[in-house]
């Protein structure tokens, strides 16, 4: 892990670890509702988009 120097990334990897924690949320939420063949589904496409 680098230190972020500029403000603008400073506030891009807060936003970024906001973002990691709501996806995992909702993957967690999905995964109660739906059970594990579609959370791992859904693994694998976000895990393509990326």
């Known amino acids: ?5 500029k403000p603008s990334e400073y506030i891009f990897t807060i936003l970024y670890n906001i973002l ?3 996806y995992t949320f909702i993957l ?3 995964y109660r509702m739906f059970g ?3 959370y ?3 693994i694998c496409l976000c895990t393509l988009q990326f």
Do not use: E, N, Q, R
């Not at 892990?1 to 120097?5: L, S, T």
């Open 36 to 38: 594990t063949k579609t």
């Open 28 to 30: 967690y939420i999905i």
């Open 40 to 42: 791992f589904f859904l």
């Open 20 to 22: 990691d924690i709501f």
């Open 1 to 5: 892990m680098h230190v972020p120097i």
